[in-house]
């Protein structure tokens, strides 16, 4: 039973390494891989997802011949869903726990009102 024990405990540990064996070594050749993950870095190499616009969106040229976006903050959002939440959280608490319910229900219905207003997507 020990050494059954100890092959698992063993296999454990070796299986989160595993994944960094399939990426290839600094001097061989990847096929194009490097050149991907160098292009979702800026020139100040800070990292970044490209992203799709939107109606909300607002985009100028600067005079420094930069491209700059706006887009809404989600605070409406974060309003509407804290207020639904709440509302909604008191609703499903039995008993004494309604306060409890209401502050669980207007946190998540908040959080969850503010990333659909702001689209989950960031400005860069």
Do not use: F, Q
């Amino acid at each position: 039973m020990k050494k059954i024990i100890a092959a698992v405990l063993l296999g454990s540990l070796v299986a989160p390494a595993t994944p960094s064996l399939a990426e290839p070594p600094p001097w061989a050749p990847a096929h194009g891989k490097r050149a991907k993950e160098r292009s979702l870095y800026d020139s100040n190499g800070r990292y970044y997802e490209p992203r799709r616009l939107s109606r909300g969106d607002r985009v100028w040229r600067g005079r420094d011949g930069r491209y700059y976006c706006r887009r809404d903050n989600g605070t409406t959002g974060l309003i509407i869903g804290a207020a639904v939440g709440a509302l909604l959280g008191r609703e499903l608490a039995s008993g004494r726990d309604r306060t409890v319910g209401t502050i669980i229900g207007a946190a998540g219905g908040g959080l969850l009102g503010r990333a659909i207003d702001r689209g989950e997507l960031k400005c860069r």
